[in-house]
């Protein structure tokens, strides 16, 4: 097995950057309890649909990609 | 009258659910026994007899502590997944935040939020290391660089803390749940699924387990897809039109599109997010089921399952929950004659069972509900015996060479006590107050069990002394602050203020316990210190590759 201590240390960055890329996104949420997030109670147009209930399904859709990319990277660096 | 009736019965409900609904128990407060609902037992009865076959096939299997453990790892990635969704769904997942988004809209996502955000954490930071490290239990990972009897009493002392305390919620909350949905007796309703548990996990251990959460995972799945399509086919798909028709409903009209409702302070809304998330990810009958695959990629596939599941559940639930504000509101049928909604808030989610698809619907739902109390209940058992008979008996009394059968029995042995103990505790607890109860897993979850695992796997400089030191601070303070809450000062003993403000104090008591663990650690001098610090080369190569370091080849990361 051709592994060197720098992928060791690649990977657990990698592993890093998820989680804090995960970590920001997910506290952002309480942004909808702030002034700062105000505009989020606005309606998307005619709909009824808030960029807060936006925001909830994006999350989630944008959650379940990160772990979609974290899981092809580590396929390749597998195979690599 | 009744719409005044309901905006009062909305403000008390907002100050009572905005503590309880959090909870893991998903009934709270004396319930009205309702009559016996035939056709949710027999969809039950349906369940009981296919789960039971499952569990005779799985004891011919489980002859060893391996199979009774870990399914004898072999376990594929897409059923494990499944399986951690129907281990994590819970009853209070389903009634509880659809009951809260009832009450207060959007408010109500943060439940699940906060709940689905920890599965991505699971499979970025520890799936695929703690599986290759451990055995059966996440005490196996800590122990593997630590000096392993201190450690493995602390870890274990506290993964039975959280199995108890979660326990006792479920119970308290099944019993309730059982007596509104099936109309049976609360100390039957405990028999019956202390019973049916210690029927699966005794006989059929984490296979049979396992199989029961897959089959709950998917009856929860397409209850809440039938009822959503359902829902959404009433107002020609468009979800739009079920807000719109939500906002007509509610008092608090289009308010309740966004947040503010419930809770006002972010500093709350943090506390929930801390504990939700870093809570979740240490719960030890969650961590558990990652040694039920059999390779490091499987345990990743796992969590990435998980997520793909949980995910869907709680975009159905947003359904469910602004469906049950425009289909139960106005329908005077699920209001008694104080105007308050029949079972209280949790109970919404039955009754847009019963609005969209009658009683076949709410039947199936009902039986659904019982199902998932035992799938839960049925992890939590396993995980409890597990630390008594693997963490206590087999590593630290017998040094880690058990005799094979005596450990076997024991676990039987423990999985029969824990399953006395949580009828004996439900019935102790069945009028009382157990929201605080439920808060403390989480809690402790995220302040003992994260932080440990995480600097075990992260970091060279963790030490036996660092580790035992914080855990028993993040334990205490955890506890400490909970009593001084809202839940235990003013719910419980009757205070007129808390001397501390929030519910969950993960916030503070996680970083407090991070802080213990690293300076402890930095000022450890002692020779186990050496020991810790070296062992850490070693595992960390293990932890990524699944394999022994080619010597000359590791380092601290």
Request: proline share 3%; glycine share 8%.
């Amino acid at each position: 097995m051709n592994v060197t201590e720098a992928e060791l240390k690649q990977r657990t960055r990698r592993r890093f950057f998820f989680t804090g890329l995960h970590l920001c996104l997910y506290f952002s949420f309480s942004l909808n309890w702030t002034v700062w997030g105000n505009f989020l109670a606005d309606r998307l147009g005619a709909s009824h649909i808030t960029g807060s209930l936006l925001m909830f399904i994006s999350l989630i859709l944008i959650f379940i990609a990160l772990e979609s990319v974290f899981l092809w990277l580590s396929r390749q660096g597998e195979r690599s | 009258m009744r719409h005044l009736l309901r905006n009062s019965f909305l403000i008390w409900m907002c100050s009572l659910q905005a503590h309880s609904a959090l909870a893991a128990g998903a009934i709270e407060g004396e319930v009205t026994r309702q009559p016996v609902n035939q056709t949710a037992i027999i969809m039950f009865l349906i369940f009981v007899v296919a789960t039971l076959f499952i569990t005779w096939r799985a004891s011919r299997a489980t002859t060893t502590s391996s199979v009774f453990y870990n399914a004898g790892g072999q376990i594929t990635g897409a059923q494990n997944g499944m399986a951690i969704a129907g281990d994590f769904m819970s009853a209070a997942s389903f009634l509880g935040i659809t009951g809260l988004m009832f009450i207060g809209g959007f408010d109500g996502l943060i439940l699940s939020l906060g709940a689905f955000g920890a599965w991505p954490v699971l499979m970025f930071l520890f799936a695929k290391r703690v599986r290759n490290l451990g055995s059966f239990t996440f005490i196996d990972v800590i122990s593997q660089r630590l000096e392993r009897n201190p450690i493995r009493l602390v870890t274990a002392f506290s993964t039975i803390v959280v199995v108890v305390m979660y326990l006792i919620a479920q119970m308290v909350g099944a019993g309730k749940l059982i007596q509104l949905l099936f109309g049976l007796p609360y100390e039957l309703a405990l028999i019956i699924v202390s019973g049916l548990v210690l029927g699966y996990v005794a006989f059929g251990g984490m296979l049979a387990t396992t199989w029961v959460q897959i089959i709950k995972a998917i009856l929860l799945l397409t209850g809440v897809t039938l009822i959503a399509f359902l829902l959404l086919a009433r107002l020609d798909f468009s979800f739009s039109g079920l807000l719109e028709q939500a906002t007509l409903n509610h008092p608090k009209g289009e308010a309740i599109l966004s947040s503010g409702v419930i809770f006002k302070d972010p500093v709350q809304i943090l506390t929930i997010q801390v504990s939700m998330l870093f809570g979740t990810v240490g719960l030890p009958h969650i961590l558990m089921r990652l040694f039920t695959v059999p390779d490091m990629r499987q345990a990743k596939l796992s969590a990435y399952y998980a997520s793909l599941f949980i995910g869907y559940f709680y975009i159905a639930l947003l359904v469910l929950g602004f469906g049950a504000i425009a289909f139960v509101y106005n329908a005077p049928e699920f209001f008694d004659e104080s105007g308050r909604l029949i079972g209280g808030s949790n109970m919404a989610a039955i009754h847009i069972a019963s609005a969209v698809g009658g009683d076949v619907l709410t039947g199936f739902m009902s039986a659904v509900c019982f199902a998932t109390i035992l799938a839960v209940v049925a992890g939590l058992t396993l995980s409890g015996a597990a630390a008594i008979s693997h963490d206590v008996y087999a590593e630290v009394l017998k040094q880690g060479e058990p005799d094979p059968k005596t450990e076997l029995r024991l676990t039987r042995i423990s999985v029969f006590l824990i399953g006395l103990a949580a009828v004996l505790l439900g019935i102790a607890f069945q009028h009382e107050n157990v929201a605080f109860i439920a808060t403390i897993p989480m809690v402790v979850s995220a302040s003992v069990t994260f932080p440990m695992l995480l600097l075990s796997l992260f970091w060279g400089g963790f030490t036996t002394r660092g580790a035992i030191w914080g855990a028993l601070v993040g334990l205490s303070t955890s506890i400490v602050l909970i009593v001084l809450g809202p839940q235990v000062w003013v719910s419980v003993l009757g205070n007129s203020e808390a001397l501390f403000p929030y519910d969950y104090p993960a916030l503070f008591t996680m970083p407090l316990a991070f802080a213990v663990m690293i300076a402890v650690s930095k000022l450890d001098a002692s020779p186990r210190a050496a020991t810790d610090r070296d062992n850490y080369q070693a595992l960390l190569w293990r932890a990524e590759f699944g394999e022994s370091a080619p010597s000359g080849q590791a380092g601290s990361v």
